[in-house]
């Protein structure tokens, strides 16, 4: 017999599948899983989110997905045409390109540099690479899921205009947590998580 709802969760860089545990208590009508992704890139990611989509699809009634940071840049793009009930974007890649361009005016490298090396080490440990930049480039992202984003005023890795932006452009409700960081990881900023979405959902369910 299949379960009420499934809930899928995509951690982000440097995260983990465990991190899945956190929401358990958020959503205790839900099986919450977490996804132990392998893909580095988003031509990897694609067919590994699929298949994992389709295979809870095919088990639950609905499947909500909560992903964060580039786990949520990779879910965009693999997901989008799949019937998921409901997305929530914590610290969202939304504008992958953007952010390629921004490392590369951070590491003080031009786009005919990367072309002819084809990938660069940067000092902040981050590899920018010519094939990713003109891959992401020719696969734009359309997303039309109803959506909740939390941004964090604090974030190092985009600004809040690329996040409204985004935002705008697919239709979903975003909320700034004021000092909040790309990685929600303080208690207080792990508390106005929790809080955050108990309300999305409530009022959701309302």
Not at 48 to 53: L, S
Not at 63 to 82: H, Q
Request: charged share 25%; aromatic share 12%.
């Amino acid at each position: 017999m299949k379960n009420k709802k499934a809930v899928l969760y995509v951690h982000g860089k440097g995260g983990n599948a465990a991190e899945a545990a956190f929401y358990e208590a958020i959503f205790p009508e839900c099986d919450v899983m977490g996804f132990d992704y392998k893909a580095e890139t988003p031509w990897e990611s694609m067919g590994e989110f699929q298949a994992e989509a389709k295979r809870l699809l095919s088990e639950y009634d609905s499947v909500i997905l909560v992903a964060n940071s580039i786990g949520a840049y990779f879910s965009l793009l693999s997901l989008a045409d799949m019937p998921i009930e409901k997305a929530y974007f914590i610290s969202p890649i939304a504008n992958m390109e953007k952010l390629i361009l921004d490392m590369m005016q951070w590491a003080g490298v031009t786009e005919d540099e990367i072309k002819e090396k084809g990938v660069i080490a940067t000092d902040f440990g981050e590899d920018l690479s010519w094939e990713y930049l003109t891959w992401v480039r020719s696969h734009p992202v359309s997303w039309h899921i109803p959506t909740e984003i939390l941004y964090g005023s604090e974030d190092n890795l985009q600004s809040m205009d690329t996040v409204k932006a985004f935002a705008v452009g697919c239709g979903a409700g975003l909320t700034v947590m004021e000092h909040g960081e790309h990685w929600f990881h303080t208690e207080e900023q792990l508390q106005f998580l929790r809080e955050w979405l108990v309300g999305c959902e409530a009022r959701k369910n309302s």
